[in-house]
């Protein structure tokens, strides 16, 4: 089984202090969709969360998800049952997808933390579809990389791998369950047009973490990301 999830927070995470740190994000949405390693959609999960006491909504992350305090109090769910629901629908799963999916497993540690009372480590491998695809897009760096002296491509948002994968433009971005549809999206071409493959080699000595593949016929993998795209192909 696959989980690819997607997260709207209050901030960015403070990468170097500990998660239950109390100036850390709140998480204020989750969305979720659940596949068979054939890409047929078995379960899906979208709710907005209620932050902690006093959280502040930084206003770069308000515009890009329009969720306000008032309006994560009023109609989220509590972050511990969210938080109940994500470890629920990782069960069984043999991989997790994101795109910057390091932001949002950092997210979940953060509200493991502090709704939970402990520390949690995700369960199984993650395929990044920022990572994956960056140097398939392979866009040029931009001017601060290249103050910084870093010439590698730059790290495509969602919108730019939906342009130049599908050309299409990605409506209603920084919705999380649009998001993680779109990221879906991305990564079932990567896997099923580009070769990537789902799980990394492993180093020398180690066990593949892939499981063996079915000789059943492929569903449409993409049937559950165009319902949450609005039809788009």
């Known amino acids: ?5 997607d997260s709207e927070t209050s901030s960015l995470p403070l990468w170097h202090d500990p998660s239950d740190d109390p100036r850390q994000p709140s ?3 989750l969305a979720m969709l659940k596949f068979d390693m ?7 999960f979208n709710s907005i969360v ?3 006491p006093g959280c502040v909504i930084a206003p770069e992350a308000f515009d890009a998800h329009g969720i306000t305090f008032e309006r994560a109090m009023d109609e989220g769910i509590p972050a511990a049952d969210a938080f109940d629901v994500f470890v629920e629908m990782l069960r069984g799963c043999e991989l997790m997808v994101g795109h910057n999916e390091s932001f949002d497993r950092r997210i979940m540690r953060i509200t493991a933390a502090h709704h939970k009372g402990f520390k949690w480590e995700p369960p199984c491998p993650a395929f990044c579809t920022l990572y994956r695809s960056k140097y398939i897009v392979n866009l040029p760096p931009t001017p601060a990389m290249l103050r910084a002296g870093i010439q590698g ?3 495509p948002s969602l919108t730019e791998c939906i342009r130049f994968f599908f050309d299409e433009d990605l409506d209603g971005a920084h919705d999380a369950m649009v998001d993680i549809a779109a990221s879906l999206r991305v990564f079932w071409h990567l ?3 580009r ?3 789902m799980f990394k080699k ?3 000595g180690g066990a593949s973490r892939a499981p063996a593949r079915r000789s059943t016929p492929v569903g449409d993998p993409f049937a559950a990301a165009r319902a949450a795209l609005g039809g788009a192909r």
């Open 50 to 52: 209620q932050p902690r």
């Open 195 to 197: 070769g990537v493959p």
């Open 38 to 44: 054939d890409g047929n959609e078995t379960d899906r």
């Open 27 to 29: 998480l204020l949405q």
């Open 1 to 5: 089984m696959i989980l690819g999830y």
């Open 153 to 155: 491509p730059k790290s």
């Open 191 to 193: 896997v099923r047009e």
């Open 202 to 204: 492993p180093k020398a």
